[in-house]
């Protein structure tokens, strides 16, 4: 069975520094550098020693993962967290090829100082090569858009939205979208953390970003509850 697996890999806007303004960090922000043994861009070796789990092929299971990291001051990585998972092989090989080049990274620097910087890899396995990620998402997205704004159904609206996701996670309308499903079926939590994720990826871009008045109401209520929950506690 003929397989392709390609890779995206970008620095994250959010840098785990310690006590220094954001602003002025960016601007004096130099991203990490991964190594290897030579220089060797980490796209390159994530192709090379990446496999596609016989496990995944089997049940043509294909999409995009998305996994994030940390590279701390010294180039060693941790803190690794699945940003969207299509299986739980394939974000077990992506982390552990990603856990190879532990050590040999250039750390990140702000201000000259060495510093931990988030970083993330974007992994696409496929088991039919010729199938278009793009269109196969749009698809989804439509219908999901449908069942949203024209049949006012935003639960089977979401199920169409996760499905795009699984082949486009990084796309800011989708994520907007399937965050006010999450909100109008309840899940608060849910609808914070898309929309959360739409805004790094806007500021990554270089875009403005407003969060919804309804996100906002949420969030409020949601610090209103916890606080509630700490007062019970205390009593």
Not at 172 to 195: F, M, P, V
Request: with cysteine; aromatic share 8%.
């Amino acid at each position: 069975m003929e397989t392709k697996i390609t890779f995206l890999c970008w620095l994250l806007a959010a840098i785990i520094a310690h006590g220094q303004d954001t602003e002025k960090a960016k601007k004096e922000l130099t991203p990490p550098v991964f190594l290897g043994e030579q220089p060797v861009n980490i796209d390159k070796f994530l192709h090379d020693n990446i496999v596609y789990p016989q496990e995944a092929q089997k049940m043509k299971i294909q999409g995009t993962t998305v996994v994030q990291f940390v590279i701390d001051p010294n180039g060693e990585i941790s803190d690794f967290k699945t940003i969207n998972s299509v299986h739980q092989s394939l974000v077990n090989e992506v982390v552990s090829v990603l856990k190879l080049t532990s050590g040999k990274w250039t750390p990140g620097t702000i201000n000259g100082s060495p510093a931990a910087m988030q970083k993330e890899v974007s992994v696409v396995f496929k088991t039919e090569p010729s199938l278009d990620f793009v269109k196969r998402a749009k698809m989804y997205y439509n219908k999901g858009s449908e069942f949203l704004y024209l049949k006012n159904n935003p639960a089977k609206a979401l199920k169409m939205f996760d499905l795009a996701m699984l082949y486009l996670p990084n796309d800011e309308n989708l994520l907007n979208n399937r965050s006010l499903c999450k909100y109008l079926t309840g899940d608060l939590q849910g609808a914070i953390h898309d929309w959360t994720r739409q805004k790094i990826l806007a500021e990554k871009n270089g875009a403005p970003v407003f969060y919804p008045h309804y996100l906002l109401q949420v969030q409020n209520e949601l610090n209103a509850e916890i606080a509630d929950k700490l007062n019970d506690i205390g009593d």
